[in-house]
């Protein structure tokens, strides 16, 4: 399967606990973006990085939030001292050319339970 | 938050119906897109439409940019029941897109 992967697919944890997600992009994309997605609404942008520069944070990232992507492949988005309403799906995707081209590919997402 | 304001939030329709949603925006995008989403997946890309204006079919979806920028419509012709799940609207002048809250589309069989 040459698409984005995320895991884990499903994270249960206890508020408080940290949580780290990992995100493989497709092989050729420099662009990779996280987002976050709540029931009943759509996908909420985090961040975004190109190649191993994170360019763009979201004010939604708070400083419980942590995002790398060391060496421009893959990412990992971090999460300290969970709670509740950290609850969701994380989504990550990845494109070779910018956002706006359409070129974005999304993972099938990583599902966040915060008890 | 979103963005854009995309309706109807969720509707019932019979197979073999055509199905059309909307969706509007207080800003102006480049570039707007529809994707569809089915449980427990990412979101997929159905159509992309650059040109304000622009008219896109791909099989039995078609797809029209507003000429204002700040619009679009997504229309399903004769659907069937896979077409069920939630469809989203997501416009982008750059690096990100903003998404719409999604239409529900439940098949009647």
């Known amino acids: 399967d040459t698409g984005v992967s995320q895991d884990p697919r499903h994270k249960i944890t206890k508020r408080g606990q940290n949580v780290t997600f990992r995100c493989d992009p497709i092989?050729?994309?420099?662009?990779l973006y996280w987002y976050r997605q709540t029931l009943g609404q759509g996908p909420e942008f985090l961040t975004y990085f190109q190649n191993e520069a994170q360019l763009e944070k979201s004010r939604l990232l708070s400083d419980r939030f942590s995002a790398e992507r060391p060496k421009g492949s893959f990412s990992t988005l971090e999460i300290q001292r969970t709670e509740q309403g950290d609850s969701a799906m994380y989504l990550c995707a990845s494109s070779l050319g910018p956002a706006s081209t359409g070129e974005l590919f999304f993972g099938e997402g990583s599902r966040l339970t915060v008890l | 938050g979103q963005q854009l304001n995309q309706s109807p939030q969720s509707m019932f329709i019979q197979e073999g119906e055509d199905v059309s949603m909307n969706c509007t925006s207080s800003s102006i995008f480049n570039t707007w897109l529809w994707y569809k989403q089915d449980p427990g997946e990412g979101p997929v890309l159905l159509i992309a439409?650059?040109?304000?204006?622009e008219l896109t079919s791909n099989g039995r979806l078609t797809a029209q940019f507003g000429i204002t920028r700040k619009d679009s419509f997504l229309n399903i012709s004769a659907s069937i029941p896979s077409d069920v799940g939630i469809y989203f609207c997501a416009g982008s002048n750059d690096y990100k897109l903003s998404f719409g809250a999604g239409t529900t589309v439940t098949v009647r069989a």
């Open positions: 092989s050729e994309h420099n662009r």
């Open positions: 439409l650059y040109k304000a204006g």
